[in-house]
């Protein structure tokens, strides 16, 4: 994980985000609403990095204790 860019490393985020996500049996609305958004537009952007779209740490966090995950997880790269 030491030699990627920036983009990638908000793609990984973004996959393991919808991963854990769907594990949970979440829906983009659902997780979007528990986060307190009225749209799934944040949510549905910056997991596929929609126009540069991506998670702040914050939103991480908040996403870590609605799945109820280690933050880690999120930076996790699929080998």
């Given at each position: 994980?030491?030699?990627?860019?920036?983009?990638?490393?908000?793609?990984?985020?973004?996959?393991?985000?919808?991963?854990?996500?769907?594990?949970?049996?979440?829906?983009?609305?659902?997780?979007?609403?528990?986060m307190?958004?009225?749209?799934?537009?944040?949510?549905?952007g910056?997991?596929?990095?929609?126009?540069?779209?991506?998670?702040?740490?914050?939103?991480?966090?908040?996403?870590?204790?609605?799945?109820?995950?280690?933050?880690?997880?999120?930076?996790?790269?699929d080998?």
């Amino acid at each position: 994980m030491h030699d990627i860019t920036p983009e990638q490393l908000y793609q990984i985020i973004g996959k393991n985000v919808a991963k854990h996500r769907k594990a949970k049996g979440l829906s983009q609305l659902d997780l979007s609403l528990q986060m307190g958004y009225k749209s799934v537009s944040v949510v549905s952007g910056a997991e596929i990095c929609y126009s540069n779209k991506h998670f702040n740490l914050e939103q991480l966090l908040k996403i870590s204790q609605i799945l109820d995950i280690e933050l880690c997880n999120f930076f996790k790269q699929d080998d």
